[in-house]
């Protein structure tokens, strides 16, 4: 079992530009969660996919969007890149979205926006 | 809202002493509890969680929890470190199917 993963494992942007972010879930795992984690700081809950449909959304601005495919892959896109947009992106997944079922994470993407 | 506290930023332990890192959560009703440890270049390993029950919890790696209403807190306890310990150590809130919230962290170091 692969785990999740993530891809790519760094990305470095310029500000203004545009980013996608790809997951693959553990096997089995139907609900991808994605959190932001900048520098010493915890993760920040950006928003939940299940079923291909964005279930709850963290205080994120609508420049994150993301996408869940019929595989139950996930895309985190980010458009009009800030510098404070830095960090350490953390794709989850999980079998559904009860909150007893443990959520295991990917590596990250460690995303650099100059 | 949900917050998580972790007041203690960095924590220094010597290899075989005991460890405890303390975690404070602030909500209305008793969330889940979660502690997760993070090392360089990993994604996050959920050590132990609770949802209700005893509140003495035994997790992953030789870790231990409890929670404790009248503080609300959920400290983390380990009897004896090992230097392979030393990483991230992050502890969660969620209450129901809401988004996990975490705290800010506290990293260990083990000196030999």
């Known amino acids: 079992d692969a785990g999740v993963t993530q891809s790519p494992t760094h990305l470095i942007k310029t500000r203004g530009q545009q980013v996608t972010l790809r997951c693959s879930p553990k096997?089995?795992?139907?609900?991808v969660s994605w959190y932001q984690q900048a520098l010493g700081q915890g993760p920040q809950f950006i928003f939940q996919?299940?079923?291909?449909?964005?279930?709850q959304r963290g205080n994120f601005p609508d420049r994150f969007s993301g996408h869940q495919f019929p595989n139950y892959s996930s895309e985190l896109n980010v458009n009009a890149l800030l510098l404070g947009d830095s960090a350490l992106y953390l794709c989850?997944?999980?079998?559904?979205?009860?909150?007893?079922?443990?959520?295991?994470f990917g590596p990250g993407t460690r995303l650099t926006v100059l | 809202a949900q917050s998580v506290t972790q007041p203690d930023i960095h924590i220094t332990v010597s290899e075989g002493a005991s460890l405890e890192l303390r975690c404070n959560y602030s909500?209305?009703?008793?969330?889940?509890l979660f502690w997760y440890v993070q090392s360089p270049g990993q994604g996050l390993q959920l050590l132990l969680k609770y949802f209700s029950g005893d509140t003495l919890v035994q997790g992953i790696k030789g870790f231990e929890a409890e929670f404790k209403r009248s503080q609300s807190s959920f400290n983390l306890r380990k009897p004896s470190v090992h230097w392979s310990d030393a990483a991230e150590y992050f502890c969660?809130?969620?209450?129901?199917?809401?988004?996990?919230?975490f705290g800010t962290g506290t990293r260990l170091t083990i000196i030999p």
């Open positions: 996919y299940y079923e291909e449909e964005e279930r």
């Open positions: 909500y209305g009703a008793t969330p889940y």
């Open positions: 969660a809130s969620q209450f129901g199917n809401e988004k996990l919230t």
């Open positions: 096997s089995g795992h139907d609900t």
């Open positions: 989850a997944s999980s079998f559904s979205i009860s909150s007893y079922n443990e959520q295991f």
